[in-house]
T-cell receptor, first 108, second 115 residues
Framework: DAKTTQPPSMDCAEGRAANLPCNHS???????VYWYRQIHSQGPQYIIH???NNETNEMASLIITEDRKSSTLILPHATLRDTAVYYC?????????FGTGTRLKVLA | SAVISQKPSRDICQRGTSLTIQCQVD?????MFWYRQQPGQSLTLIAT?????????ESGFVIDKFPISRPNLTFSTLTVSNMSPEDSSIYLC????????????FGSGTQLSVL
C-alpha cells in the first residue's frame, strides 16, 4: 500500500497558487518525499523532492513539516497546462509505490 | 534530461496473443523498471529489469506472464503474454541515472488494448 494520503481532487483558478497537501505519517528517517505529475496519459514527470528542508525549483516549492509527517507542493502561479494528476511518493529506494494522487484542475 | 524511447506507443491485440514492448534509453542508466497503469488507476510496479539476469518481480506479477529482458544497460523489453482484455493498460518504462539519486524518469508509455 502507498505510504501517502492525498485529496482525490482540487480546483485552482488560473494565476493563483495551487497548494497540494500530502500526508505521510509513517515516513522513516531515510525516506524522501517525491512529487510527480501525470498529464493525461503521458508518463509521470518529476517535479521536486526533499528530505527535511523546504525545497524550491523552477517548477514548484515543497514545504515539509518539521515532524515530516506531511508536506505541501506549491505551484506559485498555476496555468491551464498544470492540469494533471499529482502524485506524492515517499521512498528510501528506487521502488516507488504510487497512491491515487490528486487530480488538479486549473480553471480559466 | 533523459530520453526514453518506448515502442510501440499503442497497439490493439487479439486475445491469446503476445506483445513485446521495447524501451531504449539514450545513456547508461543504473536501474530500469516496468510499470502498469490500468484504466483510471494509478501506476503499479511490475518488476525491476536486471542487466544480464532474471528480472525481480513484484507480488502479483510472474515471469511466465510478463517476461522481461535487459541485455545491456540501455535497452529492455517487456512481453505481455497470452493476453486477455484484463491486460488492457498503459505500460511504462522508467529509469534512474547515476548522479540523479532515486529520481525516476518515465517513458511516454505503451497504450495496449486487448480485444
Amino acid at each position: 500500500d502507498a505510504k501517502t494520503t492525498q485529496p482525490p481532487s482540487m480546483d485552482c483558478a488560473e494565476g493563483r497558487a495551487a497548494n497540494l497537501p500530502c500526508n505521510h505519517s509513517t515516513i522513516s528517517g531515510n525516506e524522501y518525499v517525491y512529487w510527480y505529475r501525470q498529464i493525461h496519459s503521458q508518463g509521470p514527470q518529476y517535479i521536486i523532492h526533499g528530505l527535511k528542508n523546504n525545497e524550491t525549483n523552477e517548477m514548484a516549492s515543497l514545504i515539509i513539516t518539521e515532524d515530516r509527517k506531511s508536506s505541501t507542493l506549491i505551484l506559485p502561479h498555476a496555468t491551464l497546462r498544470d492540469t494533471a494528476v499529482y502524485y506524492c511518493i515517499v521512498t528510501g529506494t528506487y521502488k516507488y509505490i504510487f497512491g491515487t494522487g490528486t487530480r488538479l484542475k486549473v480553471l480559466a | 534530461s533523459a530520453v526514453i524511447s518506448q515502442k510501440p506507443s499503442r497497439d490493439i491485440c487479439q486475445r491469446g496473443t503476445s506483445l513485446t514492448i521495447q524501451c531504449q534509453v539514450d545513456s547508461q542508466v543504473t536501474m530500469m523498471f516496468w510499470y502498469r497503469q490500468q484504466p483510471g488507476q494509478s501506476l503499479t510496479l511490475i518488476a525491476t529489469a536486471n542487466q544480464g539476469s532474471e528480472a525481480t518481480y513484484e507480488s502479483g506479477f510472474v515471469i511466465d506472464k510478463f517476461p522481461i529482458s535487459r541485455p545491456n544497460l540501455t535497452f529492455s523489453t517487456l512481453t505481455v503474454s497470452n493476453m486477455s482484455p484484463e491486460d488492457s493498460s498503459i505500460y511504462l518504462c522508467s529509469v534512474s541515472y547515476r548522479g540523479e539519486g532515486q529520481k525516476l524518469f518515465f517513458g511516454s508509455g505503451t497504450q495496449l488494448s486487448v480485444l
